[in-house]
């Protein structure tokens, strides 16, 4: 596979409008169910499959997902690993994220360094990606022992995402976490465009995941200056309302 397909499609799919992102847990949804929720959520409008979580996820069960997703929906899928259980050579790229406000060390190089190899040998494109928790945090932030950044310090958040693009980072990931109570704040995405425009950095996509279940608060996170939307939750639970989240995200 041509490296960086994947990245320049997102990029180029971002000129014309805001992108969505459906993410399917392998410990949620086998096979069956994924290809169910991928073939609903491009009907919706979505623009990728993420797979992937921070339990229970294990090969053949990672693999036929992925292939179902991709086959049901046509789109790219991308593997949103917790860990080295994370990868399948069936998927098109890897989010090759550093969980960057981790307290371990394992998160910030190690685990990166033990996966690169692997990610080489089964020819997957690596998207580099500033992981931030925000807030709530989840499970990802509890399995991955971050710190997370409080939701009414959004210069904190900000500081972080610039920091992801002076490391190199394509991708700035906010995350509130899976079914946070809250997503990450307007504040905290609008102050991190900011920077990273006025910085030169204003081709680093700013990706806001966790806690949005409505249309009016993808809406606010589109004004704010979030380039894509991760919607995870709500596409297991009722997928039926993804179209109107997705169109008010790319509206807004």
């Given at each position: 596979m041509k490296r960086r397909k994947v990245l320049s499609?997102?990029?180029?799919r971002r000129l014309d409008t805001r992108l969505h992102f459906t993410l399917i847990d392998p410990d949620k949804a086998g096979p069956g169910e994924a290809a169910?929720?991928?073939?609903?959520?491009?009907?919706?409008?979505t623009d990728a499959i993420l797979v992937g979580g921070s339990l229970g996820v294990y090969e053949p069960r990672l693999g036929e997902v992925v292939e179902a997703a991709k086959e049901a929906s046509g789109l790219p899928v991308i593997l949103f690993p917790g860990n080295l259980n994370g990868l399948t050579p069936r998927a098109d790229a890897v989010l090759f994220m550093v969980l960057l406000n981790s307290e371990d060390p394992y998160y910030l190089s190690g685990v990166q360094v033990q996966a690169a190899p692997v990610v080489a040998a089964m020819g997957l494109e690596p998207i580099p990606t500033s992981y931030i928790i925000v807030g709530h945090g989840g499970a990802a932030g509890?399995?991955?022992?971050?710190?997370?950044?409080?939701?009414?310090?959004?210069e904190i958040v900000a500081a972080h995402a610039?920091?992801?693009?002076f490391t190199g980072a394509s991708l700035v990931y906010l995350e509130a976490g899976s079914g946070a109570p809250r997503p990450v704040p307007p504040e905290a995405v609008?102050?991190?465009r900011r920077l990273l425009d006025k910085t030169g950095f204003d081709d680093v996509?700013?990706?806001?995941g966790g806690g949005?279940?409505?249309?009016?608060?993808?809406?606010?996170?589109?004004?704010?200056?979030?380039?894509?939307?991760?919607?995870?939750?709500?596409?297991?639970?009722?997928?039926?309302?993804l179209a109107s989240l997705i169109e008010a995200f790319k509206s807004g």
């Open positions: 499609y997102l990029r180029r169910e929720i991928a073939r609903i959520a491009r009907e919706a409008g509890f399995v991955g022992k971050a710190r997370p950044i409080p939701y009414e310090y959004p610039l920091a992801g693009a609008a102050m991190s996509l700013i990706v806001v949005v279940r409505d249309p009016s608060t993808a809406r606010r996170l589109a004004e704010a200056g979030a380039d894509a939307l991760v919607t995870g939750t709500l596409a297991e639970e009722d997928p039926g309302k």
